[in-house]
């Protein structure tokens, strides 16, 4: 038994929260301009992928509130389907597990991961090494890698210079403005998708990530955001990881006030060193060094997932079948997320031409009232700018005049939640509650109206309060309760209610 790694834990806790299939990473593989492999074939090549790569093959069982890694009670096989959606739909049983399945419906194979034990690149990985096996070939070996304790080593030694670097950064993000509606959600939910493609232009100095993200931003500038923030997923992989499958990522934010004065390259340019100095904590999870981060599913209403096709395969996957990396789970987390592919070109900003990139936009519905003129939008900034990279933010075209609507304050969740206020501490089951937070916390005393964070507390900790609660004193406290209210008082007044 095994103990998870930040990001899984963090995961984790949004899981129990409710994300349906927003943590669901299909991989969709169709054979019919190929020959299909022989299903005995498929079906052996997939066990194969299993035992190399046997996180696959685990399940997470709380102990204690804490999350570890467990054998699944059964191994991963071959099923059939009816369809890619329910394929792709249907929920896993974290508790047993497998995380992974794979499905064969038609000429179709369905692969879906849990991102539990999955990332983008990972994709790149087992779709390699699946081709390999079904083709008689053997991957080169690999060494086998505990990721959880390695990480959990590396984020010890970077966590106080961590949340030194986010004091002064990190603000909750408000809502962000759109022409003709607002976006607000970091919840998980249904999405919908809409996909197209990208040319975004190769800049000296610049990735294309770098330049795409600088669009991004400068383009909700025009909106009316004189404050933008995206989220955005980075590797975390090391050397030691390559060609391992894994949740190797970190989702962070990324801030910037866009001057409207200011050339792209400036802005673009600003925008890539707070990115370089960000890189020295990606492995550090926000809620670690960030007290009192509640968990959501998205750190804000508009992410950015950017990964160059088969940059971490062990093996050529050519030959086997149409590969849909970006295949969709009919899910988003927030209110808008982008996924993008960049097919192929360089990675240092070089001045070499590059096939484009395919985009894949999921969206809530409700927030998001006009997919098809934000994909134009941000596709004429991209023009615009490969056009003259010098031309200032607020000379970038815009599909309609924006209104000098006014800037939002921060959009802050109002505090529903009981203070404790009124509520009986001389209660016996205020000194039980006491007691495990002490041990939990490793201080003392607490009193009745300490807030856990401001005690040093988070995630981890609240899930082990919460187990021990319902072991010892059987009684259950929601994580959503315990967040809005995380003082013994206020537990104490939420058990009562």
Same mark, same amino acid.
């Given at each position: ?11 984790? !806790? ?22 299909? &492999? ?73 692969? !879906?991961?849990? +991102? ?24 080169? &070996? ?9 990480? =959990? ?14 004091? %002064? ?43 795409? $993200? ?5 383009? *909700? ?30 989702? *962070? &934010? ?24 960000? /890189?020295? /904590? ?10 009192? $981060?509640?968990?959501?599913?998205? $750190?804000?209403? !508009?992410?950015?997932? /950017?990964?160059?096709?088969?940059? /971490? ?9 149409? #590969? ?18 960049? +097919? ?43 056009? %003259?990279?010098? =031309? ?9 005049? #924006?209104?000098?609507?006014?800037? &939002? ?13 009124? !509520? ?15 041990? @939990? ?9 300490? %807030?856990?964070?401001? *005690? ?15 072991? =010892?004193?059987? @009684? ?15 537990? *104490?007044?939420?058990?009562? =209610?």
């Amino acid at each position: 038994m095994t103990q998870v790694s930040f990001a899984q834990h963090g995961m984790w !806790v949004t899981e129990r929260m409710g994300a349906g299939s927003a943590y669901h990473m299909p991989i969709v593989i169709r054979f019919g301009g190929s020959p299909a &492999p022989d299903p005995a074939v498929l079906a052996k090549a997939c066990a194969s992928v299993v035992e190399r790569h046997p996180l696959l093959g685990r399940a997470v069982r709380e102990h204690d509130g804490v999350p570890h890694l467990v054998p699944a009670t059964r191994h991963p096989s071959l099923e059939t389907g009816e369809s890619v959606e329910e394929a792709v739909r249907r929920p896993f049983d974290l508790e047993n597990g497998p995380l992974v399945r794979f499905t064969l419906v038609g000429d179709t194979l369905v692969i !879906v991961a849990h +991102h539990l034990v999955f990332d983008g690149g990972s994709k790149d990985v087992l779709v390699a090494d699946l081709a390999a096996f079904a083709a008689g070939a053997v991957p080169p &070996p690999i060494e086998p890698l505990d990721h959880a304790a390695g990480q =959990r080593e590396r984020v010890a030694a970077l966590l106080g210079e961590a949340r030194a670097f986010w004091a %002064d950064r990190w603000r909750e993000p408000g809502e962000t403005l759109l022409p003709g509606g607002v976006l607000r959600s970091r919840r998980a939910g249904q999405g919908r998708l809409l996909e197209f493609t990208l040319d975004v232009p190769d800049l000296p100095g610049l990735t294309r990530f770098e330049v795409l $993200l600088a669009a991004l931003h400068a383009l *909700l500038m025009s909106y009316g955001n004189a404050d933008v923030v995206t989220a955005i997923d980075l590797s975390t992989r090391t050397a030691e990881s390559e060609g391992h499958i894994g949740p190797f990522v970190n989702e *962070l &934010p990324v801030f910037s006030s866009p001057p409207p004065d200011a050339p792209f390259t400036t802005f673009a340019a600003g925008l890539r060193a707070e990115l370089r100095s960000m /890189y020295t /904590y990606r492995e550090v999870p926000l809620a670690r060094a960030v007290a009192g $981060l509640k968990p959501h599913a998205a $750190l804000a209403p !508009v992410s950015v997932s /950017y990964r160059r096709a088969a940059a /971490y395969g062990t093996g050529s996957a050519e030959g086997f079948g149409q #590969v849909d990396r970006l295949a969709f789970n009919h899910a988003v987390r927030g209110a808008l997320q982008l996924q993008v592919l960049d +097919h192929a070109g360089p990675s240092d900003g070089s001045a070499v031409t590059a096939p484009g990139m395919t985009a894949s936009l999921r969206y809530d519905p409700g927030e998001l009232a006009d997919p098809v003129g934000f994909a134009d939008d941000l596709r004429a900034v991209l023009a615009a700018v490969a056009q %003259d990279p010098a =031309r200032p933010l607020e000379m970038l075209p815009t599909r309609e005049p #924006v209104v000098a609507w006014p800037v &939002p304050a921060p959009h802050l969740v109002e505090d529903t939640g009981d203070t404790g206020a009124g !509520v009986d501490l001389a209660d016996p089951l205020a000194a039980e509650i006491r007691a495990i937070w002490e041990e @939990v916390l490793k201080l003392a005393p607490i009193e009745p109206h300490d %807030d856990i964070f401001e *005690l040093g507390g988070h995630s981890l900790t609240i899930t082990q309060i919460i187990a021990r609660m319902r072991k =010892r004193l059987g @009684v259950e406290v929601e994580l959503d309760d315990f967040f809005d209210n995380p003082t013994i008082a206020g537990v *104490l007044q939420v058990i009562r =209610r």
